[in-house]
């Protein structure tokens, strides 16, 4: 919350093993609670693991889960399309050149 009393936006980054997920069942049943309060106020929630992307998108699936995901303990992000409200620019064929 700012000085003004205008909370900031929010974002909620979790792993998955252990954390949102129990560690010995896999469920996430015990996190159901927080994720419907993430729903009900819209914050985002971020999936961030060392699992790859195909294990991902099985619990995003699971979850109703539409967010961008980082994937192989940051091996790779991935964005779905439309995950954002405004529109990424593409990179040129060249990274280089926008150095």
């Known amino acids: 919350m700012d000085r003004r009393g205008v909370l900031a936006p929010a974002v909620v980054i979790s792993d998955l093993d252990g954390t949102l997920l129990d560690p010995e069942s896999y469920s996430f049943d015990a996190a159901l609670p927080a994720l419907e309060l993430l729903r009900a106020k819209g914050i985002p929630l971020v999936l ?42 593409s990179l040129p064929r060249n990274p280089t050149s926008i150095w």
């Open 48 to 89: 961030c693991s060392s699992k790859t992307r195909r294990e991902i998108e099985v619990y995003r699936q699971r979850l109703g889960n539409r967010e961008p995901f980082i994937f192989e303990n940051g091996g790779g992000i991935c964005l779905p399309k439309g995950c954002f409200r405004f529109r990424l620019r």
